[in-house]
């Protein structure tokens, strides 16, 4: 079964990088079908789609973030990573790594739900000077 986990450094300034790191481990990033996502859900709101790389190493991004994100791998490591630019008082979050399949993408880059997937349990960021 596989399992995901988020890492982070803890707390970022405004205008800073954050860098999260999901470590996969009971099945390969690199496995045919599969996309790996990174979701996150502010205080009060409803989860929000970041973005994914898909087993091919092709990312993609939603469009209301796409100017301030990356997500890269290391297949070496079995972990992907995000890397979200100038955050702001809008970024605290928690933030979580999820593996969607085929069947299952569409779902949950339109709307996620713990339903659908596979997820980690999701790490707390907070943006603080």
């Known amino acids: 079964q596989v399992q995901l986990q988020e890492s982070g450094p803890g707390p970022v300034k405004p205008k800073q990088t954050l860098s999260l790191t999901c470590t996969v481990s009971g099945g390969s990033i690199t496995s045919s079908g599969y996309y790996w996502n990174w979701i996150r859900q502010p205080p009060g709101k409803d989860p929000e789609w970041i973005g994914y790389?898909?087993?091919?190493?092709?990312?993609y991004y939603s469009p209301s973030l796409r100017s301030r994100t990356s997500i890269s791998r290391d297949t070496s490591k079995n972990q992907f990573t995000l890397q979200l630019r100038s955050v702001t008082p809008e970024d605290p979050a928690v933030y979580y790594c999820?593996?969607?399949?085929?069947?299952?993408?569409?779902?949950?880059?339109?709307?996620?739900?713990?339903?659908?997937?596979?997820w980690g349990q999701g790490t707390q960021v907070t943006v603080s000077s």
């Open positions: 790389i898909a087993s091919s190493g092709s990312p």
């Open positions: 999820v593996r969607a399949d085929m069947s299952l993408i569409e779902r949950i880059m339109a709307r996620p739900t713990t339903h659908f997937g596979s």
